[in-house]
């Protein structure tokens, strides 16, 4: 497996590196929108550090909810939740951001209208200020870092185009950078690869599992179930809002998850 690493990544290593089992613990997680009718039930898994764990399961089965508890954008209703060593409150009105904690949406997130290269600057906010962000004072090595993370993920070149000028494949490579310009120990990714063909996922992954290889941990929802096996370190299915299989991939087969979403 190539192991270079991506320059985005390199602050990682400089950080305390949290326990292996530190990284995303929930215990007998419960949310929901409406009272009677929860979303998740009792959820319970754990990603390590530095691993691949892919989060498959029907639509509707909360997938999306239990990646937005972990990055914070929804809080708790019931149970226990970890994220890189800290408690998440279960029934808080607003959680903290964590900025070590990156985001890619399914629908990635990019300002269509802004550059290549500003939209992966985004990532470095917390560190330029929004002061220095809307007078465009962007330190140089902060546009230094940024283009040799584009570089990395083989889209330099199109620096200077603006984000709705690219292709699906583009788009994920820039959002990737915006993420790793972010310097996070942990990335959640909900759903980011589905509109894209076997191909290019197949080289997205690829993309990711270097930067995983240099300390970072993925949780990732997926329904391509042909990428578990290649990429997953650790899979957790959720039916209805419930785990029905949470074990090492490579303790399972793509049967069995067929038949773990749908009995």
């Keep these: ?3 270079t690493t991506v320059p985005g990544s ?8 949290v326990a292996a089992n530190d990284v995303v613990r929930v215990r007998d997680l ?6 009677e009718r929860p979303v998740l039930q009792g959820v319970s898994f754990t990603a390590a550090a530095g691993t691949v764990t892919m989060v498959v399961g029907a639509s509707g089965s909360g997938k999306t909810t239990l990646l937005k508890l972990i990055k914070g954008l929804l809080s708790p209703r019931r149970g226990q939740l970890h994220v890189l060593g800290r408690p998440v409150p279960a029934g808080a009105v607003r959680v903290a951001m964590d900025p070590r904690v990156a985001y890619i949406p399914q629908q990635l997130g990019l300002v269509r209208n802004l550059s290549v ?13 929004t002061v220095r962000s809307i007078l465009h004072c962007i ?16 889209i330099a070149h199109k620096a200077r185009e603006r984000a709705f000028t690219l292709s699906g494949g583009e788009r994920q490579r820039v959002a990737i950078a915006r993420a790793m310009l972010q310097q996070p120990q ?7 690869l589905s509109q894209l063909d076997a191909v290019t996922s197949e080289q997205i992954m690829a993309l990711m599992r270097r930067i995983v290889a240099d300390g970072v941990t993925l949780v990732m929802s997926t329904h391509d179930l042909d ?6 370190d650790h899979i957790v299915v959720l039916r209805d809002g419930q785990v029905v299989l949470d074990c090492p991939a490579k303790d399972t087969t793509p049967s069995e998850l067929i038949r773990a979403i749908k009995p």
């Design 117 to 129: 290269l500003d939209n992966a600057l985004i990532g470095a906010l917390p560190r330029i200020g």
């Design 10 to 17: 390199e602050p990682a290593r400089e950080r305390t590196r």
């Design 1 to 3: 497996m190539e192991t």
């Design 139 to 154: 330190p140089r090595r902060e546009t230094e870092r940024a283009r040799a993370t584009l570089a990395a993920l083989s």
């Design 227 to 232: 990428l578990v096996p290649r990429y997953a």
């Design 30 to 35: 419960w949310f929901w929108y409406e009272r």
């Design 186 to 192: 942990l990335i959640i990714a909900d759903e980011f």
